[in-house]
């Protein structure tokens, strides 16, 4: 056998046949993939496939968006810069929106200003009824034509004050013509010294009243010291009836007035007198003896009553 031959046999030999290459995986790697077969596509695949696609549509449509949102973003601030620098005096690009306010009910009305302003209402509020009261009690009050003060070491004419001004209107005069009289009693004790609070509280109220020069009439137990005008060296009064300190109190005539026992009269003796004018801070010497010549005639009457019943 000659050489060629002998290499063509050999090479039959290393030649696989059909079946081994079937069977075998060297084969199939050299398979190339469009040599093969379609093989079916499952909804899976099918589902899988279509979200590829929507999320590539997707991607493709935000990018384009955002692009389009930067290039506007770019035109405004464009447009901005040369509304700052005058260049242009307005612009198509950048208008203001003017919001249309929602119509409100009266009840959302309400509410509203109620939430705003509710501390500015309510003071308010207070102011006028506190106006209110005030001229509401000026007007309705009745204005005193007389103040008497009672001025002592006890409070024993305290609990008849509403009979001493009943007592002391039927010969008081309608000073200030308002159609009716009355007399205003205002009581200060002076006992309690020991209690530097209370003492102190009647001294201030004692020298609040004294300042004034309105204040004539005077009932004490002869214990002030303040000066008192001395009806006894005037001509016209009995000594009977007047003092030093002046009209005696005790006397039938107020004990049937005031609804007082005799025995509530043994260990107090209580004088209706009038102060002495005098140069006053807060009222001249001529003010307050005018006022004094005012309150005489009342206080005459008074006096003759006195010693009528006696």
């Not at 207070?126 to 309705?140: E, H, L, N, P, W």
């Not at 009050?141 to 001025?151: I, N, P």
């Not at 006397?251 to 509530?264: H, M, P, T, V, Y």
């Amino acid at each position: 056998m000659s050489q060629k031959e002998q290499k063509e046999k050999d090479q039959k030999e290393q030649k696989p046949t059909e079946g081994e290459i079937l069977n075998s995986g060297e084969g199939e790697a050299e398979i190339h993939p469009s040599d093969m077969p379609d093989k079916p596509k499952t909804d899976v695949m099918k589902y899988l496939d279509e979200e590829v696609k929507a999320r590539d549509e997707a991607l493709k449509d935000d990018r384009a968006a955002r692009a389009q949102y930067e290039k506007e973003l770019q035109e405004k601030k464009i447009e901005l810069t040369k509304l700052k620098m005058g260049v242009i005096d307005e612009s198509e690009t950048i208008k203001e929106v003017h919001e249309e306010a929602p119509e409100l009910t009266l009840g959302e009305k309400l509410d509203n200003i109620w939430y705003r302003s509710k501390w500015i209402i309510l003071f308010v509020v207070f102011c006028v009824v506190a106006g209110a009261y005030i001229i509401y009690s000026q007007v309705t009050s009745e204005k005193a034509d007389m103040t008497v003060l009672v001025v002592m070491d006890n409070n024993a004419l305290y609990a008849r004050t509403e009979e001493v001004e009943e007592f002391l209107e039927q010969y008081c005069d309608d000073l200030d013509g308002n159609g009716y009289v009355h007399v205003l009693v205002y009581n200060i004790v002076l006992s309690d010294l020991e209690d530097v609070t209370s003492s102190t509280s009647a001294q201030a109220q004692l020298m609040t009243q004294l300042m004034t020069g309105d204040n004539i009439l005077i009932i004490s137990d002869g214990t002030t010291d303040f000066a008192l005008h001395d009806f006894t060296q005037d001509e016209g009064y009995d000594d009977d009836c007047m003092t030093e300190y002046g009209i005696n109190m005790n006397c039938q005539l107020i004990r049937d007035e005031l609804a007082w026992s005799g025995l509530e009269y043994e260990d107090h003796e209580y004088y209706i007198s009038m102060r002495e004018p005098a140069e006053l801070s807060g009222t001249k010497l001529e003010a307050m003896q005018a006022n004094f010549d005012e309150i005489l005639p009342m206080f005459n009457r008074i006096y003759e009553a006195v010693c009528a019943s006696e």
